[in-house]
């Protein structure tokens, strides 16, 4: 079983930066691909896309964050990190990290962290 855990949460003021990481420890037999994505849930909201790797290493960024937020990755040590900066007080959240393992041609399993809360004061 995978078990994604994110790291590097914390509180900051605006303008300031964090940088995440996510590391997705334990085995699983699906290897034929694997995903990355960061998502963030602010309270009162719905959870939200924030960035994502693809298997194919095609970077996505959410508008709101194109221009300040870098994804990147290590998978020889299976960790997705985030590089959060100029932060708003609207990127307060807690933000999750989530990993998708493919298993065969049309099923991929995912996996959550369990979260990490970031605040931006203003």
């Known amino acids: 079983q995978v078990q994604p855990v994110e790291f590097g949460g914390g509180s900051v003021q605006a303008g300031g930066s964090l940088r995440l990481s996510c590391v997705a420890s334990g085995y699983t037999d699906c290897r034929l691909g694997m995903t990355w994505k960061w998502y963030r849930q602010a309270p009162g909201k719905e959870r939200e896309f924030v960035s994502g790797i693809a298997s194919d290493g095609t970077l996505s960024y959410a508008d709101s964050v194109k221009g300040r937020f870098t994804i990147s990755q290590d998978n020889a040590n299976a960790t997705v990190y985030l590089e959060m900066n100029s932060l708003k007080a609207e990127d307060t959240a807690i933000y999750y990290c989530?990993?998708?393992?493919?298993?065969?041609?049309?099923?991929?399993?995912?996996?959550w962290g369990q979260g990490t809360q970031v605040t931006v004061s203003s």
């Open positions: 989530k990993t998708a393992r493919r298993c065969s041609r049309t099923y991929w399993q995912e996996y």
